[in-house]
């Protein structure tokens, strides 16, 4: 296993790679990088996977991430060896991931207009700090340790610094978060504080401040723990091979996520083409990413609605000089992300690169959905017997928009992403107190 696993520069005319224990998130010329391995894992270990749901007391074998460990062996450890593990692997005791498994929904599937067989969410809220975070949290953090990292540091949105601040306070290191001040879920800020987080306050929306905690990372030696890490990218996989495992490695036509910064559609895109690659699986998934309608970079690019142009990864020749003019005109006309899912409120999605390239591995498609249907999809989530977050919400009413479209098929599958509990108490109760909202019940005196 030695010497298996390396960094890789996205761009196919740039290529540059670098050991395992760097921590750049870039290569000299401003490129992403990609986790890559040499060897070819083999389909016999779908078995050692489904035995280890048995997990015999071990908690690398209950951890629904590194039950997978063998596909993202970058710390190049004998995975079998238990002890070995204990000493390099990162985990919540075992339970990041392991509550994870796709459900029916029938009042979902009502809702949708989809044959109730034919739809499968996958909460993530169920993680120990409330999203999908952790599964690449437990991998992003056992690299900082890798490289003997004394503080790490994310921006964040709510969701990641809760995690962060988790992991941290578990492995004893410090954990700086920066947050856009006054626009995040106050649920997820309590966590952060809750876990011992230094909370930097920043003036102004999330892009602002990824920029300024990924230049003090740089300037105050801290370990990044956003989703431009690589290493955050190899956790997330374990999502849709989760997914795959539950549906007994049956590949479904579509699976659909939210998209903020589109670490999640850039991790589904690397594990399916790895799957593929690897001869795990014959036939590719649609990968459909839902913006919300006021945070919409994705969307409006990939649809041609900037300038008429659809930008796609194009063979790793993205045309990225209309991202930045979409990013200046942004700027020149005071276009601020707004929505009130706060989650995916992103205006410059730092991974929009690895998830042109997902896209355009999958087939995928990008569109918007409103702030009150993204209510809709949270509510009849919630009458199901599942909570979720309204950012998650946009899973379930981007399905039904690409259903109302003709895009996604009746009797297609499709495999949504409910990437996070309800961290904000208020937004139920102020959507079931308005009689006019389709799944209100309102209270009775
Ligand atoms: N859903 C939830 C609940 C999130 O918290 C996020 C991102 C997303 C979806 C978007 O995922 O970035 O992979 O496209 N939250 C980040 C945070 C930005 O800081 O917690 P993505």
């Known amino acids: 296993m030695q010497g298996d696993a390396y960094l890789k520069c996205v761009n196919p ?5 670098y050991p395992i224990m760097s921590t750049n998130v870039q290569c000299e010329n401003g490129h992403v990088l990609d986790v890559k391995y040499k060897n070819k894992p083999s389909p016999n270990l779908k078995e050692t996977f489904y035995q280890r749901r048995n997990s015999k007391g071990s908690i690398f074998n209950e951890s629904g991430v590194w039950r997978f460990r063998e596909l993202l062996n970058f710390c190049q450890i004998d995975t079998e060896d238990i002890e070995e593990c204990s000493k390099v692997l990162v985990s919540l005791d075992g339970a990041e991931g392991r509550q994870s498994k796709p459900y029916q929904m029938s009042k979902a599937a009502e809702f949708i207009g989809i044959e109730r067989n034919g739809l499968w969410l996958q909460p993530e809220g169920y993680n120990p700090s409330g999203s999908f975070k952790d599964n690449g949290m437990a991998t992003a953090v056992t690299h900082a340790k890798m490289v003997g990292a004394k503080k790490i540091v994310c921006a964040s949105t709510g969701n990641t610094s809760a995690s962060a601040g988790m992991f941290a306070a578990n492995e ?8 856009p001040a006054g626009q995040i879920a106050p649920g997820k800020l309590s966590q952060a504080y809750q876990f011992g987080a230094q909370i930097v306050q920043v003036e102004g929306n999330f892009d602002d401040a990824l920029k300024q905690s990924l230049e003090d990372a740089k300037n105050y030696d801290g370990y990044t723990v956003n989703s431009v890490n690589p290493f955050r990218i190899e956790g997330q996989k374990t999502i849709p091979f989760r997914a795959l ?4 490695w049956e590949v479904p036509d579509w699976i659909v996520y939210p998209g903020g910064a589109l670490g999640n559609t850039s991790s589904c895109g690397k594990a399916l083409m790895e799957l593929y690659e690897w001869g795990w699986i014959k036939k590719i998934p649609r990968i459909a990413v839902i913006n919300s309608e006021g945070a919409s970079t994705l969307s409006d690019l990939y649809n041609g609605e900037f300038e008429g142009e659809e930008l796609r990864w194009n063979k790793g020749n993205p045309n990225t000089e ?3 003019r979409y990013y200046d005109h942004l700027d020149k006309e005071g276009l601020r992300p707004k929505t009130k899912a706060t989650a995916i ?6 991974n929009i690169l690895k998830g042109l390239r997902a896209l355009e591995f999958t087939n995928g498609v990008a569109t918007t959905v409103s702030d009150s249907e993204m209510l809709d999809g949270m509510s009849v989530v919630g009458l199901n017997g599942f909570d979720c977050e309204m950012a998650s919400g946009a899973t379930v009413v981007g399905i039904k928009k690409l259903m109302d479209q003709g895009i996604i098929k009746k009797d297609d599958v499709v495999v949504g992403i409910l990437t996070g509990r309800q961290k904000d108490a208020m937004i139920p109760v102020d959507y079931h107190s308005n009689s006019k909202n389709t799944f209100a019940i309102p209270p009775k005196n």
């Open 172 to 179: 004893g290191i410090k954990c700086d978060v920066y947050i």
């Open 245 to 248: 495992e539950y549906l007994n």
């Open 322 to 324: 209309l991202i930045s």
């Open 345 to 350: 409120q992103i205006g410059r999605p730092a």
């Open 13 to 17: 005319k740039c290529g540059l790679e």
